[in-house]
């Protein structure tokens, strides 16, 4: 592998870095109030999947307790 200086590495890092399309501040807070959005739906997806094992396995319990 060959070895570079430390100038010719920043230039190189320089010029990738120009490559890259940064997104737009309308893309960032679009995809962060989605983010946001399906986090939430997630847990309360969760929240209720919890609850609905929690009593099945109550009532199941209750059955066969005292």
């Known amino acids: 592998?060959?070895?570079?200086?430390p100038a010719q590495f920043i230039?190189?890092?320089?010029a990738e870095v120009s490559k890259?399309?940064?997104p737009t501040r309308r893309e960032v807070v679009l995809t962060t109030v989605m983010v946001f959005l399906m986090a939430t739906l997630?847990?309360?997806?969760?929240?209720?999947?919890?609850l609905a094992i929690r009593s099945g396995l109550t009532g199941v319990l209750s059955m066969f307790g005292s």
């Open 20 to 22: 890259v399309t940064w």
């Open 1 to 5: 592998m060959a070895r570079t200086n």
């Open 11 to 14: 230039s190189q890092v320089r």
């Open 42 to 50: 997630a847990a309360i997806f969760f929240f209720l999947v919890d």
